[in-house]
Each structure stands twice: as C-alpha cells, then as structure tokens.
Antibody, heavy 120, light 107 residues
Framework: EVQLVESGGGLVQPGGSLRLSCAAS????????MNWVRQAPGKGLECVSY????????YYADSVKGRFTISRDNAKNSLYLQMNSLRAEDTALYYC?????????????WGQGTMVTVSS | EIQMTQSPSSLSASVGDRVTITCRAS??????LNWYQQKPGKAPKLLIY???SLQSGVPSRFSGSGSGTDFTLAISSLQPEDFATYYC?????????FGPGTKVDIK
C-alpha cells in the first residue's frame, strides 16, 4: 500500500524546536518530489516547503524562511522538517504530500498529518 | 507567487443538485490546476488534476474544466458523501499555491 506517515508533532513553547518526520512506503520514494503542507485550525492549506528528488533547491514559504529546514533521506524513505524558533502562528496540522509528475505535479498522496501546537 | 481565488466561499445545496465552484489564478497557468476534497479530520484527497483529468477512483459525477486563468469544478448530482470543503491548487510554479476553499454543506 502506498502511504505516508507523519510523526514528531507535539506541544512546544514559543522559540522552541521540533523535527517532523514523514515515512514513505509502497513506492519509490527517491523518484518523487515532496512537500510539507500545513493547515492552521479552521483555516486553509499552505505549502510551507518543497524538496526535489535529490534534495537540491528547496523552497520555503516566506512565513517560515530562515526557521524551517526541509531534508530527505532516500535510503531511509523519509522526509523531514526541522522547525526552529517556533511561533504561535506555526500552530497547525502538518501534512507531507507526494508530488506526482504523472499527474501534472498534483499532490496525489497525503499523510494523515501531525499536529504542532506552539503555546506557553 | 501565483494567487488563487475561489467562489463562492461556501454554498448550501441539496442531494441531487448540480454544483459548480470556480477558481481563478492571478496569471495564466495553462492547465496546471488541481482540485482537492477535504472532509473534517481528514487529509485532502486529489479529485481532478491537469484541470480536467479525473483521478483514479473518483466518481464520474465530478468534472473539471478551464485553462489559462479560469477554472470550474462541477458535481453533476450531489451525493451525501460530497459534503466537504473543496480546494483548487496551481502546480504551474513553486510554491504550489491553494485557493482559500469552498465549503459545500447541506441545505
């Protein structure tokens, strides 16, 4: 079964750090570009970070640039998001999503999400 | 960054109704437009990619059209399981921006 499973979320104080992980299975992870998408409570979807198959040329939304770092380990079929200097406005459900070149780069597979709450 | 807008932001409809949702891009995106359905507590699900191609397993009552800057998602006969929030997304350039969503609820 093709799936993505996120982990690493939790409650953290403002200024703290978290590392999110996304474990991929059932497909050739190294062949797919990947994204982190977040959804604040009751709000819409925001792409916060993208990474190519090789890990080069990552993208970050302005809202997280300089604080978040995306990475991947193709040998471990895993995607990561290191989140530093966390703010209350980073509180959201974080999804990893697979970008399908055969589907015009649509996000065809999503994880179930991991919740990040930034609060004192 | 390409901005996406959707209308309406919400609508109420009955089972069996035909429903249309529109999406507009701030610049031409050819057919790099995708539609997602999200139900409460669930991850988004890809419905339509490349403006009009139906994702595998998605019922044929869903259809998409458009190119350039203006796009439409149509549901030909609304079913109880279709009550959800629908998002458009452009995949023409990075970042892959989403529209603000359209919530479809029961009249």
């Amino acid at each position: 079964e093709v799936q993505l499973v996120e982990s690493g979320g939790g409650l953290v104080q403002p200024g703290g750090s978290l590392r999110l992980s996304c474990a991929a299975s059932g497909f050739s992870f190294s062949s797919y570009e990947m994204n982190w998408v977040r959804q604040a409570p009751g709000k819409g979807l925001e792409c916060v970070s993208y990474i190519s198959t090789s890990g080069s040329a990552p993208y970050y939304a302005d809202s997280v640039k300089g604080r978040f770092t995306i990475s991947r380990d193709n040998a471990k079929n895993s995607l990561y998001l290191q989140m530093n200097s966390l703010r209350a406005e980073d509180t959201a459900l974080y999804y990893c999503a697979r970008e399908a070149t055969t589907r015009q780069d649509a996000f065809d597979i999503w994880g179930q999400g991991t919740m990040v709450t930034v609060s004192s | 960054e390409i901005q996406m807008t959707q209308s309406p932001s919400s609508l109420s409809a009955s089972v069996g109704d035909r429903v249309t949702i529109t999406c507009r891009a701030s610049q031409s995106i050819s057919i790099y437009l995708n539609w997602y359905q999200q139900k409460p507590g669930k991850a988004p699900k890809l419905l339509i990619y490349a403006a009009s191609s139906l994702q595998s397993g998605v019922p044929s009552r869903f259809s998409g059209s458009g190119s350039g800057t203006d796009f439409t998602l149509a549901i030909s006969s609304l079913q109880p399981e279709d009550f959800a929030t629908y998002y458009c997304q452009q995949s023409y350039s990075t970042p892959r921006t989403f529209g603000p969503g359209t919530k479809v609820d029961i009249k």
